[in-house]
């Protein structure tokens, strides 16, 4: 089936660094990619989104493109505050089975340091 | 407009009790789904439900139930706890038209002694 794998975290940084999340994906099709952010005690949020080969999502500074021919979707940005510390999921869409639903990552949580 | 709220934030219970988590929306979601959260394995899927009185199991449904009489609520109900679910629960919505843009509440934090 349809799977998500995200490079185990954590991963630590300085503020102002450059940060590259990875995220690989194996699916039937061609699927909407996603990155969510989980803020600490919070739900999570749509940080962006892919829906096609070669598409760019971006927010807030992040940005991720969808890779057809490397199946990634590696979420960078290129200089990184305390206040981007959480923990950070890639999603792929997936509609086996009969219904739609999101595949998640394991998830990477990032921790940035003054 | 308040999201996606779920009720309660944090309970502890003991192996045999039961419990009903809510889920609410006030955004005419016609989807909603039920994940469990659990340490380095992501958010799988408990249960989901494409409208109002229809309900479906997802990846992980053993041991769970679940009820959306009103479209605005779905609930998620554990009749006999065990300690295997401990965890957090998330409850999700999202417009029928949407490539899975879900919106996500803020969580429910469950012990089972």
């Known amino acids: 089936g349809d799977s998500v794998t995200q490079m185990e975290g954590p991963v630590t940084l300085s503020e102002e660094a450059f940060l590259t999340i990875n995220c690989t994906y194996t699916?039937?099709?061609?699927?909407?990619l996603f990155w969510y952010v989980q803020y600490p005690g919070e739900g999570l949020q749509l940080l962006l989104k892919?829906?096609?080969?070669?598409d760019k999502g971006s927010n807030k500074g992040f940005e991720a493109t969808y890779r057809k021919e490397t199946t990634s979707f590696h979420l960078e940005k290129g200089s990184v505050q305390v206040s981007d510390s959480a923990v950070y999921f890639c999603?792929?869409?997936?509609?086996?089975?009969?219904?739609?639903?999101?595949?998640f990552g394991a998830g990477t949580r990032l921790a940035v340091h003054p | 407009n308040a999201g996606v709220t779920q009720t309660p934030k944090f309970r502890v219970l003991k192996t045999g009790q039961s419990m009903t988590l809510l889920c609410a929306q006030d955004?005419?979601?016609?989807?909603m789904y039920w994940y469990r959260q659990d340490p380095g394995m992501g958010l799988r899927l408990i249960h989901y439900?494409?409208?109002?009185?229809?309900?479906a199991k997802g990846e992980v449904p053993d041991g769970y139930n679940v009820s959306r009489l009103k479209k605005q609520n779905f609930l998620l109900g554990l009749e006999s706890a065990a300690p295997s679910q401990t965890s957090v629960y998330f409850c999700?919505?999202?417009?029928?038209?949407?490539?899975?843009?879900?919106?996500f509440g803020p969580g429910t934090r469950l012990t089972v002694l």
């Open positions: 999700a919505s999202k417009p029928k038209a949407s490539v899975n843009e879900q919106f």
């Open positions: 892919a829906t096609k080969a070669d």
């Open positions: 439900s494409v409208g109002e009185g229809t309900t």
């Open positions: 999603a792929l869409s997936d509609f086996s089975g009969g219904y739609n639903k999101l595949i």
């Open positions: 955004m005419n979601h016609e989807y």
């Open positions: 699916a039937t099709g061609y699927p909407s």
